[in-house]
């Protein structure tokens, strides 16, 4: 995977490549299980959960979404900037300071209390814009969202600021990977109160969501008419269930390059502690690879990689910018091989069982992993 650099040729010592083909058939797949009926907005927060904001970006826009769903300002710019003139909605509040380039870059903030109601109505005015925006309702979460007991409130002062237009209205699950525990179904009807609250008032929003990817696939009555898929875009099931109702393929797989291969006894120690101690002869593949990486320490003595098809069990602690793993039961192993950390064309690694092995979730993973590495786009497959 070369790179010319002032004449010179360097090699990545690791790098993510990025499938684009699998992000537009995981979309293809989504979909095809809502219907037509329902648009998609997908999240593609935090650099597209490590994948990289624009490119994933662009090839979503291309292949037909109804907007973005981002919750910094900072990237709100860099999708403008990238000429993406699709609707982007904020979907975790705003400050007070973005209140300007809000209306200048045409985002649609999702309004979380009253304070930012009460923010948008008297900034609105002022300006004499008019300004769309997402009212977001706490069904349980006690995340963000205006409680149901504030309700009235809310639609009082979007009552008296008839240049706020409520486009839509929202919630957000906290355990849709489990559709009938007794906290999905009661934040459902607590969702559908708010509703019904809201028509009776005689607002009439386009958009109705509360699904992200894991109701998405899993609750066909949590869909209404916007949808919005994340993790299940980059080809992560959230949860086991998912995996009997979506067809999904991983988009990142992580790589890097074997940098030595080392001979230890039987009896000797492996890396800081030493958390490991060989039982026997064996032979250790280091790779330039740590938890400055995102490859994290939580993975010493628990994390795998595939070698030669192989899985190769990580020994020793992760340290900075190296990792062991054994490959005693390799026979041919030099420095340069590569090594799938993550991903892979068969999903050698699954970012679910190895994020599980750190005691983390998927998205973790993806985002620290993702987060400095160079990426490698491919366009078909």
Known sequence: MPRKTRGSDIRWS???????????ENLKAIKELVGPQVSILPVIKSEAYGHGLIPIAKVLAAEGVYGFGLSDLEEVQRIREAGLALPVILLSGFEPSWLPEIVRLRVIPAVIDLYQLRLLAEFSKR?????????????????LGIHPSELDQ??????DNPQLELSGVMSHLAAGEHPRAVITRQQKALFEEALKEIKRRGFRPRFIHLA?????????KARY???????????VYPGPEARK???????????????????????EGVGYGPLYRSQGPMKLALVPVGYDDGYLRALSNRGFASL????????????MRCTAFDVSALKDVSPGDEIVLLGGEGGEVPVEEL????GLISYELLCLLGRKVSKIYLRSS
């Open 308 to 319: 030669k098809g192989e899985r190769v069990p990580v020994v020793g602690a992760v340290s």
């Open 14 to 24: 690791a790098w993510a490549e990025i499938d684009l083909q699998a992000l537009r």
């Open 355 to 358: 994020a599980a092995r750190a």
């Open 225 to 235: 008419n916007l949808v919005r898929p994340g993790l299940a875009l980059y080809g």
């Open 127 to 143: 300006q004499g814009k008019k300004v769309a925006l997402h009212l977001k309702i706490d069904t349980g979460m006690n995340r």
């Open 212 to 220: 992200n990817s894991a109701a998405c696939i899993l609750d066909a």
């Open 245 to 267: 109702k979506i067809k999904l393929k991983p988009v990142m797989t992580y790589k890097a390059r074997v940098l030595s291969v080392k001979e230890v006894a039987k009896g």
């Open 154 to 159: 809310a639609l009082s002062l979007l009552e």
